[in-house]
């Protein structure tokens, strides 16, 4: 819900926008090898070439996962882990950045390691950190609907 009120705004705001869903897509982990030579192309065959198109092509890059035991998804963290194959093409991009997560906790510490990873990635990769949505007791649709993170996420979007 979040995300979407995030696109809602970056299109209003004359943005194009891609989705790229890691939970439906064939995205093999990371076996370490290092064949890629941290440029590419990766050994394995799956979705992550394309995906790579995709974000080398685009200015912006909106890290958006529901917090699962205080980080990122599963799904999310293997394409993070796959970047390896084209680390080289995203540090000398600096592209722009952005956090959206939802979380049913809402204690004042909730986010801390997700922030710290995300943190962590933008520094590494050399991205523009945009800012971040990071909606606390957001545990389900009903409560994200009627939280204050669904304009924050709106206003997001629309201020690129």
Known sequence: ??????????????HEVAVIDTACADIHPCIG?????????????????EIRRQIVGSDMLVFVTPLYYYGMSAQLKTLVDRFCAFNGSLQ????????????????NWTFDAL????????????????GAVLGKGC????????????????ELGRGL
């Open 115 to 130: 922030e710290a990873h995300y943190k962590t990635l933008v520094r590494y990769l050399n991205f523009d950190d945009m």
């Open 139 to 154: 545990g389900t649709p009903a409560m994200t609907k009627h939280s204050e993170y669904m304009a924050r996420a709106y």
């Open 92 to 107: 000398r991009k600096h592209m722009k950045s952005a956090l959206i997560s939802a979380a049913w906790n809402s204690d």
């Open 33 to 49: 090898c290092i064949h890629c030579g941290y440029d590419g192309p990766c050994v394995q065959k799956d979705d992550v070439e």
């Open 1 to 14: 819900m979040l995300a979407g009120e995030f696109i809602r705004g970056a299109k209003e705001a004359g």
